[in-house]
Each structure stands twice: as structure tokens, then as C-alpha cells.
Nanobody, 123 residues
């Protein structure tokens, strides 16, 4: 069983940056594909970024391509989401999720989920 915890949420002004971290316990995350998802008020949860479990592949939603970067931070044992040039429409609860040994992160495949961290982008 893998427990995931997100951290780094908070209030940020439009145009600013925020870095989220996803840490895991119960098992190393090295062989899990890790996805970041978000859910804005009144909207369905959507995929944001995904880091493959076993390649250097990283996928991004069109809405965040070029602004967000997902990375595995081996020294910290976290999977981070660096968010730059934030917009008010990025306001959401951000979740990380894990699936065993997979190259991508379809939401329906994700096996473990964190409880989320709220990011609020003010205009």
C-alpha cells in the first residue's frame, strides 16, 4: 500500500510560481508512474502532468504545457510539480497519484491518491 501526501499549496499572485511536492510512504515511488491532477471548483478532475515510471517521458495537459514541469527529485524522494506563469484558472485542488510500472497516467488506472493541496491564484 502506498500513501501519498501533497505539499506546497497556497495563495499566489497571477504570473507567479509555486512548487508542489508529492511524497510517498509504504513503498518507494521509483517504479510508479506519478501523475498530477487537479480539480477546480465545480469542475471535474483533470490530468495535469505525468512522469513515466521507467522512461524519461513526461506528458502535460495542453493548458499547462510550457508553464509546468514535473520532475523526480531523488534526493528528496519526491515528485515535484513546478508551476510558473500561474493564471487564475490554475486555481484548484492538486492531487498526485501513482500507478505501478506504467508509461502514462490515465486517471482510471491510478491506484493510489493523495488528499490534495489547494492552490489559489489571485488576479
Amino acid at each position: 500500500q502506498v500513501q501519498l501526501v501533497e505539499s506546497g499549496g497556497g495563495l499566489v499572485q497571477a504570473g507567479g510560481s509555486r512548487r508542489l511536492s508529492c511524497s510517498g510512504s509504504g513503498a518507494p515511488l521509483d517504479y510508479y508512474a506519478i501523475g498530477w491532477f487537479r480539480q477546480a471548483p465545480g469542475k471535474e478532475r483533470e490530468a495535469v502532468a505525468c512522469a513515466s515510471s521507467h522512461t524519461h517521458r513526461a506528458d502535460y495537459a495542453d493548458s499547462v504545457e510550457g508553464r509546468f514541469t514535473i520532475s523526480r527529485e531523488y534526493a528528496k524522494k519526491t515528485i515535484d510539480l513546478q508551476m510558473d506563469s500561474l493564471k487564475p484558472e490554475d486555481t484548484a485542488v492538486y492531487y498526485c497519484a501513482a500507478v505501478w510500472y506504467q508509461d502514462n497516467c490515465p486517471q482510471e488506472d491510478m491506484q493510489f491518491w493523495g488528499n490534495g493541496t489547494l492552490v489559489t491564484v489571485s488576479s
